[in-house]
């Protein structure tokens, strides 16, 4: 499922589906959701929420791993389809991917004005 806005276009994994939609807030985390800005460039992010990051935080360390990291980590209150299409301006504006490795860009795309 991809959402066109401008200047960038959010795609979320192949398998989100009606059903993934409405499990999401429970499960408290989405990865794979690609953000395709107009210039080309690709990022993958990964959306996750307070109780869930805690969670997870917890795990890893009684296993032995006292942090947590993970490459485009975004927290949001709730993991919505629409709290993501609602941070990704916010993100853009803020110059979030000027430091974000890319995991691709397509030179065919026309360069961002």
Do not use: H
Not at 3 to 11: K, L
Not at 20 to 40: A, I, M
Not at 44 to 59: A, G, M, V
């Amino acid at each position: 499922m991809a959402t066109q806005t401008t200047p960038f276009t959010i795609v979320f994994p192949e398998w989100y589906d009606a059903r993934c939609e409405q499990e999401t807030p429970f499960k408290g985390y989405l990865s794979d959701v690609e953000v395709r800005l107009e210039d080309g460039s690709r990022y993958k992010l990964y959306f996750t929420d307070p109780i869930r990051l805690q969670q997870t935080l917890d795990e890893d360390a009684a296993s032995g791993r006292p942090y947590y990291a993970e490459p485009g980590l975004v927290v949001v209150p709730e993991v919505t389809t629409q709290a993501i299409q609602q941070a990704i301006p916010g993100l853009l504006r803020d110059g979030f991917f000027r430091s974000l490795k890319l995991i691709a860009w397509d030179a065919n795309q026309p360069a961002a004005r």
